[in-house]
């Protein structure tokens, strides 16, 4: 039998999402080599439609790894968000109420191209739609990932694993059972998003609280729209031609003075489940994961590939201390530090997500009690600090997450 393709990497990043792209190139800065496996072709990645907001911090961090110019063109910079209840729209000022923060609308797979271009600029290896891909030995001091590349076998002997490869990868399963503790809820509804070719009827987001449940008015550039509304986790596309979407969505936004959404023609349309999961801890030996590998937030407070930033932005400063200094004091901590921002961001996703959607066997008590919630949030300055300090990032330098 031929012998495997050996491809040897100080650290092994197996998943080309936007976990392990920055971490590539976060390491590459830092003096780091890596080889990213991607179990997709690149542009199947490349053009995934995800994530929209990008918190303060992962817009500064992407500019100081010198891979903002494209999204400090084209990105849209907000410095509020609009909360609709009650048929009214009460805005929440991001900017005065964080002192000066604010949030960028720039669509993930923008920030997934941007990183490609960069790992491409210096040639940066990323192996594409790798197949049977095994992680063996991170609970020793040699770690490997074996895997079948256009019909060969291949193996990157390694000295650390990053699993980046998102909610449905393999290196969460590979780790042994009973090491990890896992916590996790499932919501009773998804979201169907669709883009659409229509000018977006508001310059600001709009979260929708409506009884026949919730919705949400995003956009990507001042032509396209982006919008989602709640509905069944298993909910057939096929039942929702594009007419009933948009008197939905028209029926959410409703308010009032005569709140209308502009129409065009839908260019994708899909349904998300909701879920909040953690991973504990997020580390087993030699054996790192990050971003929706370890983690899941409902998306309703728009913090998935915020974390999954956070995450990276750890590791790669954990892994340049080791090489730098020979310790594994910093990796060490990894789990720990990023599972106190973690849960905070799960904490705010799961109220985020309680607050706007309409639950099953939801009686007017809880609807009322939902509208109250928003009424304090959109009057009394101290709750809506809160949830702009929660919405627009919290520092990276958490009490106890010094680096
Ligand atoms: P992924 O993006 O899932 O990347 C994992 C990669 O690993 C994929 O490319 C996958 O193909 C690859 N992979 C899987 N298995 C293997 C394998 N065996 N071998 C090799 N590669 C493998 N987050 C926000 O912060 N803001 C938002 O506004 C927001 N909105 C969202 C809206 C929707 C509709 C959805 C679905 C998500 C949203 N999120 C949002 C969440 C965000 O998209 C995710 O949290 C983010 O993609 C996580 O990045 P990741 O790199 O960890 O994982
Ligand atoms: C978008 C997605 C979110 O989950 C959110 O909370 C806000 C905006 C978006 O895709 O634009």
Redesign the pocket.
């Given at each position: 039998m031929a012998l495997p393709k050996t491809i040897r990497a100080q650290v092994g990043i197996?998943?080309?999402?936007?976990?392990?792209l920055l971490l590539a190139h976060l390491l590459h800065l830092e003096g780091v080599e890596s080889v990213v496996?991607?179990?997709?072709s690149r542009k199947h990645?490349e053009e995934r439609v995800?994530?929209?907001?990008l918190e303060q911090g992962t817009v500064d961090l992407l500019n100081a790894a010198g891979v903002g110019e494209r999204m400090r063109r084209e990105g849209l910079v907000h410095y509020g968000i609009e909360l609709c209840f009650d048929r009214r729209g009460h805005r929440i000022d991001l900017h005065s109420l964080t002192g000066g923060r604010a949030i960028t609308v720039y669509a993930?797979h923008e920030v997934v191209k941007d990183l490609f271009q960069a790992r491409m600029s210096y040639g940066g290896p990323i192996l594409f739609e790798?197949e049977s891909?095994r992680i063996e030995g991170f609970d020793g001091d040699a770690p490997r990932i074996r895997?079948r590349s256009y019909g060969d076998e291949c193996e990157i002997p390694c000295d650390y694993i990053a699993g980046?490869?998102?909610?449905?990868?393999?290196c969460r399963p590979s780790i042994p059972s009973g090491i990890l503790r896992f916590y996790e809820k499932t919501y009773p509804f998804g979201?169907l998003?669709i883009l659409a070719e229509a000018k977006p009827a508001s310059d600001e987001l709009i979260y929708a609280n409506h009884e026949d449940g919730f919705a949400l008015l995003s956009m990507r550039t001042p032509r396209i729209s982006r919008l989602y509304l709640q509905c069944r986790p298993d909910e057939d596309l096929s039942e929702w031609p594009d007419p009933r979407i948009w008197e939905e969505l028209q029926r959410r936004f409703e308010t009032v003075d005569g709140f209308r959404l502009n129409e065009g023609p839908v260019f994708q349309k899909?349904v998300?489940a909701m879920r909040s999961f953690v991973a504990e801890p997020m580390q087993c030996g030699r054996l790192f994961l990050?971003?929706?590998?370890a983690h899941i937030v409902p998306?309703t407070g728009?913090?998935?590939?915020?974390?999954?930033v956070a995450d990276v932005r750890m590791l790669a400063h954990a892994l340049a201390c080791r090489y730098r200094t020979g310790t594994e004091q910093m990796l060490n901590r990894y789990s720990e530090i990023c599972l106190r921002r973690v849960w905070r961001a799960q904490h705010f996703s799961w109220w985020m997500t309680s607050m706007l959607h309409r639950f099953e066997g939801c009686d007017g008590f809880d609807h009322r009690r939902q509208l109250a919630e928003l009424n304090q949030v959109t009057s009394l300055r101290a709750a809506a600090v809160v949830l702009a300090e929660n919405y627009t990032g919290l520092p990276f330098d958490l009490p106890g997450e010094r680096l």
């Amino acid at each position: 039998m031929a012998l495997p393709k050996t491809i040897r990497a100080q650290v092994g990043i197996v998943g080309a999402g936007p976990a392990g792209l920055l971490l590539a190139h976060l390491l590459h800065l830092e003096g780091v080599e890596s080889v990213v496996i991607e179990a997709q072709s690149r542009k199947h990645v490349e053009e995934r439609v995800r994530a929209g907001v990008l918190e303060q911090g992962t817009v500064d961090l992407l500019n100081a790894a010198g891979v903002g110019e494209r999204m400090r063109r084209e990105g849209l910079v907000h410095y509020g968000i609009e909360l609709c209840f009650d048929r009214r729209g009460h805005r929440i000022d991001l900017h005065s109420l964080t002192g000066g923060r604010a949030i960028t609308v720039y669509a993930q797979h923008e920030v997934v191209k941007d990183l490609f271009q960069a790992r491409m600029s210096y040639g940066g290896p990323i192996l594409f739609e790798v197949e049977s891909v095994r992680i063996e030995g991170f609970d020793g001091d040699a770690p490997r990932i074996r895997f079948r590349s256009y019909g060969d076998e291949c193996e990157i002997p390694c000295d650390y694993i990053a699993g980046c490869d998102g909610f449905h990868g393999v290196c969460r399963p590979s780790i042994p059972s009973g090491i990890l503790r896992f916590y996790e809820k499932t919501y009773p509804f998804g979201w169907l998003g669709i883009l659409a070719e229509a000018k977006p009827a508001s310059d600001e987001l709009i979260y929708a609280n409506h009884e026949d449940g919730f919705a949400l008015l995003s956009m990507r550039t001042p032509r396209i729209s982006r919008l989602y509304l709640q509905c069944r986790p298993d909910e057939d596309l096929s039942e929702w031609p594009d007419p009933r979407i948009w008197e939905e969505l028209q029926r959410r936004f409703e308010t009032v003075d005569g709140f209308r959404l502009n129409e065009g023609p839908v260019f994708q349309k899909g349904v998300t489940a909701m879920r909040s999961f953690v991973a504990e801890p997020m580390q087993c030996g030699r054996l790192f994961l990050a971003g929706d590998a370890a983690h899941i937030v409902p998306p309703t407070g728009a913090k998935g590939l915020n974390l999954a930033v956070a995450d990276v932005r750890m590791l790669a400063h954990a892994l340049a201390c080791r090489y730098r200094t020979g310790t594994e004091q910093m990796l060490n901590r990894y789990s720990e530090i990023c599972l106190r921002r973690v849960w905070r961001a799960q904490h705010f996703s799961w109220w985020m997500t309680s607050m706007l959607h309409r639950f099953e066997g939801c009686d007017g008590f809880d609807h009322r009690r939902q509208l109250a919630e928003l009424n304090q949030v959109t009057s009394l300055r101290a709750a809506a600090v809160v949830l702009a300090e929660n919405y627009t990032g919290l520092p990276f330098d958490l009490p106890g997450e010094r680096l």
